[in-house]
């Protein structure tokens, strides 16, 4: 990519931005997104993620976006993971293992219901879009 | 089918013993006889992070937060809020308790944490430079390169109140306006992330979780100081850290935003990593200034303070990681946003890396003047197992012990001092009625002396002594003029000690000593240990009334110690006894414990 | 036990000649050496003394004052328990006893048959797992002494 300038910078975090609200608000995209600190991969996050990729991939689903981010701080419950599906709550999942993957894809993406003992809360509010 | 309603029913340890299950079978009748089971869902979660006031109910997708749900209180909700769609006003948190704390900076939500040091850390893609750019990324150095001179970027940081999270609390606007004053000329910006304290990783997890945040903080700052170079000393031992720097600055060079010439403005800024090799003592700064000249780290006698004369001998300031994570959002925000929100002292937030024996371990960031009791008894979720609490420890091997009478002191870098413990970088351990305090304090001497430098007496010398005084002690050899050793040694070593290490060393010890003193003395004097960690002290008994003579426990015992017939009860002889705790584990009636 | 003499490779020189010119470069060059080889062999030590023109007792002033910097091979196996205050607190100290014990190998030894070593390191960054043992980069979290054995013969078996 080249070097940016200042309209440049600004240009691009408009953009990014508006694709990050369509994805929040839009009714297109599925998302997933797995947390991929230090204690998450060692508590097996590979794992899921590859779990995740394959459930997918057997559904025939085409729709879904797969992402890794940080530590979310749910260290005691790691590997974790943000699911984000349109008309559904948005919400987190904790001790994600395999068997687990399986269900966030056909309990929740596909079926729609949120999976008992699994949910917990984003711990704080976000100070980037409070105004 | 999909559902228009979730609720959520907290399943975590202390929403459960409160009557949590109850309230799952109450909504499941009720909204059967309501007709609504296929149109509402209810879930059972994990700890929500509030558990004082659990039993906690939440209602998605509105997102309501109900405290205290009782299984009689389920029929107004659901025939109000999941039939007519009103809130039931009376079992909702009252948010004005969780203001008070936070003075004018509406914390507009139930929730204890506030987030700005990880603001994008599990949310943003850590490998991806435009997550960062759209979260408000970079916006800051905008501002900063096309709006601010130097002086005004500095007097902002100052007015912020911001002060370092390595450890000490130092004012960051100051060391910044020190290193500012110097005359024109080759500046270096040092980010301090060699996160030292055992047991603690915030700033790990920062530089994993937002990469971007930092290298953005210290262009910032070298703009600020007049720094065109800036280093980030990391522990080796942090590889995924490291990695994700290596991309990030990859990708901001890609971009313009490292590098000549940031974003045209004329500022050029680069970045380099240097990498730690596991010595503690690198952390403190003059000796991290050692080591990234190649060299043995050893601390040196400050003045002169490295923002006078640092790195290769020029000007440098060194910031620890979570303070340049501030430093964004302070730009962005501006100073008055930031220093409404903690104490009167300490404005800001701190990152906890919260762990021992709470149920929930974990990265945690709070407002300054949030209590001990909060973080926990709510985000925590109490203690596992049903223990008891016993005691808190912050600050690592420089920081001392809090009895439970202090939970709820607002903390600050003020009241943790005065009540015998620092800040610290953030570590928070939480121990129950099974930890040893005498042996806790050991553990953390043994850690100095193992990372103390040699390069003073006192602490060589000192701290080596003081861990025999403990292990004599610990060991059931101990005697009372022990004690008025120990703390003569840990004042010799807090006065006459070249650097912060050998001059806090001694606080594990003098904490303890001041609140724990009983305990002090029964190993003393009852060589006993009450949490029964000190093995030496242990004694394994057989209760002859439980024992049914099997000679289990005779046959298992390495060093024959046990004697008795078949079907008599056994004994221990206690001077055989080497505490290896087998005839334990091996007894099936339960006749043997050790006490 | 006769000892192969390491050859420095033309990867390892080529990053000692870039990084030579840059103040500060030991620590960055040894780190590189532990890299290639698992530790850092005396030949080289003296090698890369030649090639950045700075004195072999400060190279060993250097190596010898940083935990990090090991002068003998691991064993094939490194078995790194975690002795931080979380894994501390949660029984980390049983942790390494057991691996001790059952290896026959005490702390920073490796077994005769250069399968095993056993080494005590400082906070892993896992300690919602605690205790912890890492074993070449695998993590193996909330141990109980009794999860030894079949560790152990998990990795005595991928031989
Ligand atoms: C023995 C010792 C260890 C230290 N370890 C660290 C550390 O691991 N990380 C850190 O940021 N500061 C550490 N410090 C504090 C640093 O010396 C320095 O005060 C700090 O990096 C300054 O940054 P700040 O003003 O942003 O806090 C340590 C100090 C001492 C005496
Ligand atoms: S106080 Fe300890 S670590 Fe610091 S310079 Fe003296 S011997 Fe070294
Ligand atoms: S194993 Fe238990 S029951 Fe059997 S001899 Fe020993 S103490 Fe008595
Ligand atoms: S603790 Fe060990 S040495 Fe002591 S009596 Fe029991 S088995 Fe024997
Ligand atoms: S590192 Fe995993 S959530 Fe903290
Ligand atoms: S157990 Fe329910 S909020 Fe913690
Ligand atoms: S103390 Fe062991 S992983 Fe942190």
Same mark, same amino acid.
């Given at each position: 990519?080249?070097?940016?300038?200042?309209?440049?910078?600004?240009?691009?975090?408009?953009?990014?931005?508006?694709?990050?609200?369509?994805?929040?608000?839009?009714?297109?995209?599925?998302?997933?997104?797995?947390?991929?600190?230090?204690?998450?991969?060692?508590?097996?996050?590979?794992?899921?993620?590859?779990?995740?990729?394959?459930?997918?991939?057997?559904?025939?689903?085409?729709?879904?976006?797969?992402?890794?981010?940080?530590?979310?701080?749910?260290?005691?419950?790691?590997?974790?993971?943000?699911?984000?599906?349109?008309?559904?709550?948005?919400?987190?999942?904790?001790?994600?293992?395999?068997?687990?993957?399986?269900?966030?894809?056909?309990?929740?993406?596909?079926?729609?219901?949120?999976?008992?003992?699994?949910?917990?809360?984003?711990?704080?509010?976000?100070?980037?879009?409070?105004? | 089918?999909?559902?228009?309603?979730?609720?959520?029913?907290?399943?975590?340890?202390?929403?459960?013993?409160?009557?949590?299950?109850?309230?799952?079978?109450?909504?499941?009748?009720?909204?059967?006889?309501?007709?609504?089971?296929?149109?509402?869902?209810?879930?059972?979660?994990?700890?929500?992070?509030?558990?004082?006031?659990?039993?906690?109910?939440?209602?998605?997708?509105?997102?309501?937060?109900?405290?205290?749900?009782?299984?009689?209180?389920?029929? +107004?909700?659901?025939?109000?809020?999941?039939?007519?769609?009103?809130?039931?006003?009376?079992?909702?948190?009252?948010?004005?308790?969780?203001?008070?704390?936070?003075?004018?900076?509406?914390?507009?939500?139930?929730?204890?944490?506030?987030?700005?040091?990880?603001?994008?850390?599990?949310?943003?893609?850590?490998?991806?430079?435009?997550?960062?750019?759209?979260?408000?990324?970079?916006?800051?150095?905008?501002?900063?390169?096309?709006?601010?001179?130097?002086?005004?970027?500095?007097?902002?940081?100052?007015?912020?109140?911001?002060?370092?999270?390595?450890?000490?609390?130092?004012?960051?606007?100051?060391?910044?306006?020190?290193?500012?004053?110097?005359?024109?000329?080759?500046?270096?910006?040092?980010?301090?992330?060699?996160?030292?304290?055992?047991?603690?990783?915030?700033?790990?997890?920062?530089?994993?979780?937002?990469?971007?945040?930092?290298? +953005?903080?210290?262009?910032?700052?070298?703009?600020?100081?007049?720094?065109?170079?800036?280093?980030?000393?990391?522990?080796?031992?942090?590889?995924?850290?490291?990695?994700?720097?290596?991309?990030?600055?990859?990708?901001?060079?890609?971009?313009?935003?490292?590098?000549?010439?940031?974003?045209?403005?004329?500022?050029?800024?680069?970045?380099?990593?240097?990498?730690?090799?596991?010595?503690?003592?690198?952390?403190?700064?003059?000796?991290?200034?050692?080591?990234?000249?190649?060299?043995?780290?050893?601390?040196?006698?400050?003045?002169?303070?490295?923002?006078?004369?640092?790195?290769?001998?020029?000007?440098?300031?060194?910031?620890?990681?979570?303070?340049?994570?501030?430093?964004?959002?302070?730009?962005?925000?501006?100073?008055?946003?930031?220093?409404?929100?903690?104490?009167?002292?300490?404005?800001?937030?701190?990152?906890?890396?919260?762990?021992?024996?709470?149920?929930?371990?974990?990265?945690?960031?709070?407002?300054?003047?949030?209590?001990?009791?909060?973080?926990?008894?709510?985000?925590?979720?109490?203690?596992?197992?049903?223990?008891?609490?016993?005691?808190?420890?912050?600050?690592?091997?420089?920081?001392?012990?809090?009895?439970?009478?202090?939970?709820?002191?607002?903390?600050?870098?003020?009241?943790?001092?005065?009540?015998?413990?620092?800040?610290?970088?953030?570590?928070?351990?939480?121990?129950?009625?099974?930890?040893?305090?005498?042996?806790?304090?050991?553990?953390?001497?043994?850690?100095?002396?193992?990372?103390?430098?040699?390069?003073?007496?006192?602490?060589?010398?000192?701290?080596?002594?003081?861990?025999?005084?403990?292990?004599?002690?610990?060991?059931?050899?101990?005697?009372?003029?022990?004690?008025?050793?120990?703390?003569?040694?840990?004042?010799?070593?807090?006065?006459?000690?070249?650097?912060?290490?050998?001059?806090?060393?001694?606080?594990?010890?003098?904490?303890?000593?001041?609140?724990?003193?009983?305990?002090?003395?029964?190993?003393?004097?009852?060589?006993?240990?009450?949490?029964?960690?000190?093995?030496?002290?242990?004694?394994?008994?057989?209760?002859?009334?439980?024992?049914?003579?099997?000679?289990?426990?005779?046959?298992?015992?390495?060093?024959?110690?046990?004697?008795?017939?078949?079907?008599?009860?056994?004994?221990?002889?206690?001077?055989?006894?080497?505490?290896?705790?087998?005839?334990?584990?091996?007894?099936?009636?339960?006749?043997?414990?050790?006490? | 036990?006769?000892?192969?003499?390491?050859?420095?490779?033309?990867?390892?020189?080529?990053?000692?000649?870039?990084?030579?010119?840059?103040?500060?470069?030991?620590?960055?060059?040894?780190?590189?050496?532990?890299?290639?080889?698992?530790?850092?062999?005396?030949?080289?030590?003296?090698?890369?003394?030649?090639?950045?023109?700075?004195?072999?007792?400060?190279?060993?002033?250097?190596?010898?004052?940083?935990?990090?910097?090991?002068?003998?091979?691991?064993?094939?196996?490194?078995?790194?328990?975690?002795?931080?205050?979380?894994?501390?607190?949660?029984?980390?100290?049983?942790?390494?006893?057991?691996?001790?014990?059952?290896?026959?190998?005490?702390?920073?030894?490796?077994?005769?048959?250069?399968?095993?070593?056993?080494?005590?390191?400082?906070?892993?960054?896992?300690?919602?797992?605690?205790?912890?043992?890492?074993?070449?980069?695998?993590?193996?979290?909330?141990?109980?002494?009794?999860?030894?054995?079949?560790?152990?013969?998990?990795?005595?078996?991928?031989?």
């Amino acid at each position: 990519m080249a070097k940016l300038t200042l309209e440049d910078l600004r240009r691009l975090r408009g953009e990014k931005q508006k694709a990050m609200e369509m994805r929040d608000a839009s009714n297109k995209d599925v998302q997933v997104i797995v947390g991929m600190g230090t204690c998450g991969i060692a508590a097996g996050a590979k794992d899921t993620f590859t779990a995740l990729v394959n459930a997918i991939s057997d559904k025939g689903l085409t729709n879904v976006l797969i992402r890794q981010t940080g530590c979310m701080g749910l260290c005691h419950s790691e590997p974790t993971v943000e699911v984000v599906v349109p008309g559904m709550p948005t919400v987190i999942y904790g001790n994600v293992d395999a068997a687990t993957a399986k269900d966030v894809v056909e309990k929740h993406i596909v079926g729609h219901q949120l999976i008992d003992d699994k949910i917990l809360d984003r711990p704080s509010i976000d100070i980037v879009k409070e105004a | 089918m999909a559902y228009e309603s979730y609720v959520l029913v907290c399943g975590g340890t202390a929403c459960c013993s409160g009557g949590g299950t109850t309230v799952v079978e109450a909504f499941k009748k009720e909204l059967e006889a309501a007709g609504l089971k296929d149109k509402v869902q209810v879930v059972v979660t994990g700890c929500l992070g509030f558990c004082e006031q659990g039993p906690i109910v939440k209602i998605l997708p509105q997102g309501t937060f109900y405290v205290q749900v009782k299984a009689e209180d389920v029929k +107004e909700i659901v025939a109000e809020h999941l039939v007519k769609g009103r809130v039931v006003q009376r079992l909702c948190y009252d948010p004005e308790q969780a203001k008070k704390l936070v003075a004018e900076a509406n914390i507009p939500f139930y929730q204890k944490q506030y987030r700005i040091v990880l603001r994008n850390c599990g949310i943003i893609d850590p490998e991806k430079i435009e997550d960062y750019i759209a979260r408000d990324g970079y916006k800051a150095i905008e501002k900063v390169l096309f709006e601010m001179t130097p002086e005004q970027v500095v007097e902002e940081i100052l007015k912020s109140g911001l002060r370092g999270r390595g450890g000490a609390g130092f004012p960051t606007g100051m060391k910044w306006k020190f290193a500012q004053q110097q005359p024109k000329g080759q500046k270096y910006m040092v980010c301090n992330a060699d996160e030292g304290d055992p047991g603690a990783y915030m700033d790990r997890s920062t530089l994993e979780g937002d990469p971007h945040s930092i290298l +953005e903080a210290m262009t910032i700052a070298g703009y600020a100081i007049g720094a065109s170079k800036g280093f980030i000393y990391i522990r080796a031992e942090y590889p995924l850290a490291i990695e994700r720097l290596q991309i990030a600055i990859k990708q901001a060079h890609e971009l313009g935003l490292l590098g000549d010439d940031i974003l045209g403005s004329g500022f050029s800024f680069d970045i380099e990593l240097r990498f730690g090799a596991g010595a503690f003592v690198c952390g403190e700064e003059t000796a991290l200034l050692q080591s990234i000249e190649g060299n043995r780290g050893m601390p040196k006698p400050r003045p002169p303070f490295p923002a006078v004369k640092g790195l290769w001998g020029r000007p440098t300031v060194i910031n620890n990681v979570e303070t340049l994570a501030n430093i964004p959002v302070i730009i962005n925000k501006g100073a008055d946003w930031f220093n409404k929100i903690g104490t009167a002292t300490t404005k800001g937030t701190k990152v906890f890396a919260l762990t021992g024996k709470v149920n929930n371990s974990g990265l945690i960031e709070v407002p300054m003047g949030t209590t001990l009791r909060e973080i926990i008894f709510d985000i925590g979720g109490g203690i596992r197992g049903g223990h008891q609490f016993k005691a808190a420890q912050t600050g690592g091997p420089s920081g001392g012990i809090i009895p439970p009478q202090f939970l709820d002191t607002p903390i600050d870098y003020e009241s943790l001092a005065k009540i015998g413990s620092i800040m610290g970088s953030g570590g928070l351990i939480v121990m129950d009625e099974t930890d040893c305090v005498v042996d806790i304090a050991k553990f953390y001497l043994d850690f100095t002396v193992d990372e103390s430098c040699g390069k003073c007496a006192p602490c060589r010398i000192g701290g080596r002594k003081l861990l025999n005084y403990l292990n004599k002690i610990t060991d059931g050899r101990g005697t009372e003029d022990d004690i008025k050793q120990l703390e003569a040694i840990s004042d010799a070593m807090c006065k006459a000690s070249l650097c912060g290490l050998g001059q806090t060393a001694s606080n594990p010890v003098k904490s303890t000593l001041k609140y724990f003193m009983d305990e002090y003395m029964e190993h003393i004097k009852d060589k006993k240990c009450r949490a029964g960690k000190c093995s030496k002290l242990i004694q394994y008994k057989i209760d002859p009334a439980k024992c049914k003579g099997c000679t289990m426990c005779a046959r298992k015992c390495p060093a024959a110690a046990i004697s008795g017939t078949v079907k008599q009860p056994h004994a221990i002889d206690q001077t055989k006894c080497i505490k290896c705790g087998q005839c334990e584990q091996t007894c099936k009636f339960g006749a043997i414990s050790h006490g | 036990m006769s000892k192969k003499l390491e050859t420095m490779t033309p990867e390892l020189r080529a990053f000692i000649e870039e990084w030579k010119a840059k103040p500060g470069n030991l620590i960055m060059v040894l780190h590189r050496v532990q890299q290639t080889y698992g530790y850092i062999p005396r030949e080289i030590a003296i090698e890369t003394s030649k090639i950045l023109d700075v004195p072999l007792a400060k190279i060993y002033g250097v190596i010898t004052f940083y935990n990090f910097f090991r002068l003998q091979k691991a064993g094939k196996y490194n078995v790194q328990v975690c002795l931080g205050t979380a894994c501390y607190l949660r029984g980390g100290d049983d942790i390494i006893k057991e691996f001790e014990r059952q290896l026959g190998v005490g702390l920073n030894a490796t077994t005769d048959d250069g399968m095993f070593s056993v080494e005590a390191v400082r906070c892993l960054g896992c300690c919602g797992l605690a205790p912890v043992a890492v074993i070449n980069g695998e993590v193996h979290g909330k141990l109980s002494s009794k999860d030894v054995t079949g560790i152990i013969k998990q990795y005595r078996d991928r031989g």
